[in-house]
């Protein structure tokens, strides 16, 4: 079955760190990928997507995610991180099938401690 | 230009009681998509349009929730009677049109407590 996991509920990283926030997918064929950050009492906002091409996307607020097809995986990262880059980010992956049906990950709180 | 619309933000009923949603999506998008967000989960796809069309809607209760978009521009979603588990964020989304590629834009969403 087709479906999209985020392992960690949530990711704590002090500022100025790194951090990675993980993605996998299980699907046939060739997927579109998506990240999306919704900030507290917020609707969802788009970050960036993969959709052909380098493997390495950028996006905004200086994040970007390595697309592995091998692995399956999508992982968001960001060089150095923000306090406020804490939110709720989630994983979409959209199948090409009939429906063009778009599966979300369940979301990883990210947490950035000053 | 103006973004996704939703109102009510915010809406607290009694449970059996009706409640009423609405979107205006971002101007010249064809395909509208009605979500249901859970606290601390990803979104639900309820029902999608293009235009006037719904073209997805297996995931909608039907026997409570009912959608409409008459003139392939805005959406109204209704559920009634409300029952106590329907309390979370009902978020509204649109595309210009069904490519894989296309981003959704998010409304701010619409948050109902249902007592």
């Known amino acids: 079955a087709q479906s999209v996991a985020q392992p960690e509920d949530q990711v704590n990283v002090a500022e100025g760190n790194p951090l990675t926030v993980k993605c996998t997918y299980s699907v046939s064929g060739n997927p579109y990928l998506f990240w999306y950050v919704q900030y507290p009492n917020r609707g969802l906002q788009f970050l960036l997507k993969?959709?052909?091409?380098d493997n390495l996307v950028k996006g905004s607020y200086g994040f970007e995610a390595e697309f592995n097809k091998s692995q399956t995986s999508f992982h968001l990262k960001k060089p150095s991180a923000l306090v406020s880059d804490s939110a709720l980010y989630f994983c979409?992956?959209?199948?090409?099938?009939?429906?063009?049906?778009?599966?979300w990950g369940a979301g990883t709180k990210l947490i950035i401690k000053p | 230009e103006a973004g996704v619309v939703q109102s009510p933000r915010y809406k607290i009923i009694e449970k059996k009681q009706p409640v009423a949603f609405w979107c205006n999506p971002i101007s010249g998008h064809n395909t509208l998509y009605w979500y249901r967000q859970n606290l601390g989960q990803g979104p639900e796809l309820l029902i999608r349009y293009e235009n006037e069309e719904a073209v997805d809607d297996s995931q909608l209760p039907k026997d409570r929730f009912s959608a409409e978009r008459l003139k392939g521009v805005d959406s109204t979603l209704k559920i009634q009677p409300a029952e106590l588990g329907d309390s979370a964020v009902y978020l509204c989304a649109s595309t210009p049109g069904e490519s894989g590629a296309n981003v959704l834009t998010f409304g701010a969403g619409s948050r109902l407590t249902v007592l």
């Open positions: 979409a992956v959209r199948f090409m099938d009939s429906n063009y049906q778009l599966i």
């Open positions: 993969y959709i052909t091409g």
